[in-house]
Structures are given as C-alpha cells and as structure tokens.
C-alpha cells in the first residue's frame, strides 16, 4: 500500500551537476505529474503524462526532461542544474474520472549550489 | 487559463472557532476540486474532493463545498483543534479527462490552544 514513492528525500547539486529523480507508483494510474513547490509560487506543473511512452509540458519545463518508460515510473531529469531549481519536487498521480483525485508522493528537497 | 485564488493567506483562531477559507477560480469548466492539508517540511493529504456535478462533501469537521457557476468553493472546518494547524490547498482539475490540476497558493492556518 505504497501510493507514490518518490526518491531521493533530498538532495544537493552543484551547479552545472545532473541528476534523475525517480517517481513510482503502484496504483495503476494512467497519469503521472511533476511539480515544483516554490515560497510565494505555489506548486507549478513541470511536465506530466497521460501514459506509458506519452510526455507533455506543463507550466514550466525548462531545464527538465522526463521519460515515462513503464506505466509505474515517471522520471525527471535535470540535465545541467541551475541554482533556480532549488526547490521541493512532487510527484502525483491520478486515473480518469471526476470521482479520483490526485495521490502525491511526500516530495524531494533539492538545493542546487 | 484558469487561475486559482485563497483568501485569506494566513488565519490565526482560538481552539475551538468554526472557521472557513475560501477559493475562487475563473474558468468555471472544472472537472473536479480537490482540498489538500500540506504540513511544514511535508507532502500533500488530500482531505476532499468534490466532483463538478457535486455541492458538497463531508469528512468528519470538515466540509468542503462547491458552486461553480461563481467559481467559488469553500472548505469549513468545525471545532478547529491545534491539530489542525497546516497549510491548505485547493486545486481544480480542468475539463477533459487530460485536464491538469491547477494549485492556489494556500491559507495558512493556525490555531491556538
């Protein structure tokens, strides 16, 4: 009864350093989200998926890539961090239908120095 | 593009008061609302979600309803306890089954023994 596991918890990057955070689930669910939570900003959406081998962009996809090879992982890539990508990252994930809401995992603190 | 409001951003009350916080949103075509309960340094708890052909739903204090023709919802909490003390969030899911979910920024509450 995991939900959305989401890895690392935290992380700290140096600039110009790579990283993937990795996004599970095992609900099932079609669709799968990134988000980053920022002061002041909210959760703004970075790239989603309606399913296996599918991505689109949200809000705010630069400096990220993510690839959906199974239905179960959704990861996120940060190919060349910046200092602006300090942020908390959360994963969520969803089926079809008004009557289902989003699950979300408990976040990755990402600092990038 | 759909915008999402909470009003008041932060409410301090005594233990005890019934209070309510507040979310408007401007495209009235939503699929669904969902109130999350975000604590510090934490994930997102979904609390409630209310369908679009819905006007209300309840779980235990809480009360959460819906009026989309004026883009408003509300999320009413009796008998507030310190406990209850976190950051909510309301979120409406656009239409279509692909629709994403869009964030208001939250209503920190605090509630004082």
């Known amino acids: 009864n995991a939900g959305v596991t989401q890895t690392p918890k935290f992380r700290v990057l140096k600039t110009g350093q790579s990283m993937t955070l990795l996004c599970a689930q095992d609900?099932?669910?079609?669709?799968m989200y990134w988000y980053r939570q920022d002061p002041g900003m909210g959760l703004r959406l970075i790239h989603y998926?309606?399913?296996?081998?599918?991505?689109a962009k949200g809000e705010v996809p630069d400096g990220y890539n993510v690839s959906r090879l199974k239905k179960q992982n959704f990861l996120l890539g940060l190919e060349s961090a910046a200092p602006s990508q300090t942020s908390v990252y959360f994963c969520?994930?969803?089926?079809?239908?008004?009557?289902?809401?989003?699950?979300f995992g408990s976040g990755t603190r990402l600092t990038v120095v | 593009k759909q915008e999402v409001t909470q009003i008041p951003a932060a409410l301090s009350v005594p233990e005890g008061e019934n209070l309510v916080l507040n979310c408007s949103f401007t495209?009235?075509?939503?699929?669904?609302l969902q109130w999350f309960r975000q604590d510090p340094g934490k994930g997102l708890t979904s609390l409630l979600l209310?369908?679009?052909?819905?006007r209300e739903q309840t779980s235990g204090r809480l009360n959460a309803s819906l009026d989309k023709s004026s883009g408003r919802s509300t999320l009413y909490i009796a008998a507030s306890q310190p406990g209850d003390s976190a950051t909510y969030l309301c979120?409406?899911?656009?239409?279509?089954?692909?629709?994403?979910?869009?964030f208001g920024k939250g209503t920190k509450l605090s509630v004082k023994p």
């Open positions: 969520a994930s969803t089926v079809t239908g008004r009557a289902f809401g989003y699950t």
């Open positions: 609900m099932n669910h079609e669709y």
């Open positions: 998926s309606v399913g296996e081998g599918t991505t």
């Open positions: 495209d009235s075509a939503i699929y669904n």
């Open positions: 209310i369908q679009s052909s819905q």
């Open positions: 979120a409406v899911r656009g239409r279509g089954s692909q629709g994403n979910l869009i």
